[in-house]
């Protein structure tokens, strides 16, 4: 009986386990992806990426420094529903003029796309020099 019942439950964490990547192959092809992006996922390898780290879209993520915003392309719409992309991006304060575009560069791609990236949340990773 207990061998039946760890079946089930394995069974139960494969069938979790495909719908989740399931939805991670649909964000990959999804329209919000840019085509530049698209193409460097051949040396990027985001499907695998993520599920080596075991990606769920129940869980809460940090991106640390998302520059031009490749995997929040990916990690936004897969987290939205259920989970949570937090994007550490450079401080919109920063002494650095770099630091300063970069920042605004990455919140108008989101500010331009509220349907897929309203549910980013914020923050600031700049370690010192």
């Known amino acids: 009986m207990k ?7 394995i ?5 979790n386990a495909a719908v989740a990547n399931d939805a991670l192959k649909a964000v990959l092809v999804g329209a919000q992806r840019s085509p530049a992006n698209v193409a460097r996922d051949a040396a990027r390898h985001p499907y695998e990426t993520l599920s080596f780290f075991g990606i769920h879209p129940k869980m809460t993520v940090v991106e640390l420094a998302p520059g031009g915003g490749w995997y929040t392309e990916i990690l936004a719409p897969y ?36 349907s897929i990236y309203d549910q980013v949340a914020l923050g600031v990773f700049e370690p010192p020099a």
């Open 3 to 9: 061998q039946l019942i760890l079946a089930i439950a």
């Open 11 to 15: 069974a139960a964490g494969f069938s």
């Open 79 to 114: 987290l939205r529903k259920d989970g949570k992309l937090i994007a550490a991006a450079n401080d919109p304060a920063s002494a650095s003029a770099y630091s300063r575009k970069s920042f605004a560069n990455f919140k108008q791609k989101l500010d331009a796309s509220p």
